[in-house]
């Protein structure tokens, strides 16, 4: 007897923040649209295409007629990470809200995995099982845990991990403040304020095929004193 498809998932806007990924990002348009369209009756696909200085607009633009799915969030200058974010939160428009960086290094079919660890939740979240970064980004994500650690009380397996599913009315409805990455740790702190579980599922990741990251060694500098901001600011939730 033949296998029963899987029934398609709940409505979702996938969001995708993007810099400088010309090289990249039609591949990750064309390699993604036909996975959620296996997966989901109805979804969006958001990218936000945070202030490029590339041709990343122009590609953008180009795959609109080809994928209707597809919605473009453009603006400048750069404003950052936790700014794309911010935005394609906002601009969401379906029950569930997914977001996950646009190299490819996570994979988008893995989706019900969240799904099944979310259940009645409000969010969860991936957590790579074995991170194919070169040594330096290794280094560096061990210091951002740890300092998130330290500093926030955050107990997360993997708080940066970009690979996270949350209720719209969850995210759109906490404030967040942050000015880089640490809005991942921020979201945990919004969802420890109200009591809520974070589930965590492990997830697969990948090389960087195209493009290159935006991570220097002066971010964790710059992250560290948000860090120390944010762990000292008296923000009402």
Not at 25 to 43: H, K
Request: proline residues 6%.
């Amino acid at each position: 007897m033949a296998e029963r498809p899987a029934p398609p998932l709940p409505p979702v806007s996938v969001l995708m923040p993007a810099y400088n990924e010309e090289a990249g990002i039609a591949f990750t348009v064309e390699t993604t649209s036909p996975v959620l369209d296996r997966l989901f009756d109805d979804y969006e696909l958001i990218v936000i295409n945070d202030g490029s200085r590339d041709g990343t607009a122009a590609v953008l633009e180009g795959l609109q007629p080809r994928f209707p799915r597809l919605k473009v969030l453009s603006y400048a200058p750069n404003r950052g990470y936790a700014e794309a974010l911010r935005r394609g939160f906002a601009a969401s428009s379906k029950p569930f809200v997914f977001f996950t960086d646009a190299d490819l290094q996570f994979d988008v079919a893995e989706l019900p995995l969240l799904f099944e660890a979310l259940g009645d939740g409000a969010l969860a979240v991936g957590f790579r099982k074995d991170r194919r970064d070169p040594w330096h980004r290794k280094i560096y994500s061990r210091t951002y845990n740890w300092m998130q650690r330290t500093l926030l009380g955050i107990h997360a397996t993997d708080i940066n991990c970009a690979f996270k599913l949350f209720r719209r009315e969850f995210i759109t409805g906490i404030p967040l403040h942050a000015e880089s990455f640490v809005i991942n740790a921020e979201i945990f702190l919004r969802a420890r304020q109200r009591g809520l579980l974070v589930a965590e599922v492990g997830v697969t990741h990948r090389e960087r095929a195209r493009g290159s990251t935006t991570v220097r060694p002066s971010t964790v500098l710059r992250t560290l004193g948000e860090m120390v901001r944010l762990r000292f600011a008296r923000v009402r939730a």
